[in-house]
């Protein structure tokens, strides 16, 4: 595929003895929503790990944006993460001491923005996700749908390519799920950002564009029901 803006081929991880990658394939066009599936164990947070640059595969090549990502030094991988890719962990991961309009702010900051401009930008982003009230309560003092609609305010607030969203809705109820996916995905489409969803639940993954199913460290397409 010529027009993908994140693929990696033929890519392996061994941890010790444990196989997690033999072979895996994945391609994501810009805009795109692409669900990672599979059962337990299977490598799906491996190969997401690998294609934001977080783990470095022991073979096989990942290109981002016309870039070989896996030719890429650390320093490099790691200021690409800052300026063009989005995180959403199961447990938002939020840090504790800051107020949740510092967590949002926080990936402008990191990247050099003033305190003003930045907690400007990402109250408008908490409003969009519904959680300005929020703002200066602590983590600690948020419920957890609210929580994680506080971590994809922080993942969409740099405007990123490509978001990874690693079990989003994994920790929470499917009223809470379901509302948390679907102000991740309206957020996404509204920015062009590419959705990368690791989730083991049929109900997320049909949020996406595509799926893929990985197994046993492989990947196959899977064909959507009609
Ligand atoms: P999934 O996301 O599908 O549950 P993972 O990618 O987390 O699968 O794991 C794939 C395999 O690699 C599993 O056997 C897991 O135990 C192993 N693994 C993953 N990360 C590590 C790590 N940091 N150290 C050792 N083994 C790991």
Redesign the pocket.
């Known amino acids: 595929m010529t027009d993908a803006l994140l693929s990696g081929r033929d890519l392996h ?1 061994t ?2 003895a ?4 033999a072979g895996a394939e994945f391609t994501i066009r810009a805009g795109e929503v692409v669900a990672i599936m ?12 690998c294609l934001a640059g977080i783990v470095r595969p022991d073979s096989g090549v990942i290109h981002y944006a016309g870039r070989e990502l896996t030719a890429m030094s650390d320093a490099g991988r790691s200021a690409l993460r800052r300026s063009d890719f989005g995180f959403v962990f199961q447990f938002g991961q939020l840090v504790p001491e800051l107020t949740c309009l510092e967590n949002v702010a926080l990936p402008l900051r990191l990247n050099g923005a003033k305190r003003k401009t930045a907690e400007a930008q990402a109250l408008d982003w908490m409003e969009r996700l519904e959680v300005a009230d929020l703002a200066r309560k602590r983590p600690a003092e948020v419920s957890g749908g609210q929580g994680q609609r506080i971590a994809v305010a922080r993942a969409l607030v740099i405007r990123p390519k490509v978001v990874f969203a ?1 079990e989003p809705t994994g920790a929470l109820d499917s009223l809470n799920g379901e509302r948390v996916m679907h102000l991740l995905i309206e957020a996404a489409r509204a920015t062009n950002a590419a959705v990368v969803l ?1 989730t ?1 639940e049929a109900r997320i993954a049909a949020y996406s564009d595509r799926e893929i199913v ?1 197994r046993d ?1 492989r990947s196959q397409d899977l064909a959507r029901a009609a």
């Open positions: 991880k941890y010790g444990t196989p997690a990658l599979g059962p337990s164990g299977s490598g799906k947070s491996t190969l997401l790990h690693d690791v083991h990985v460290g």
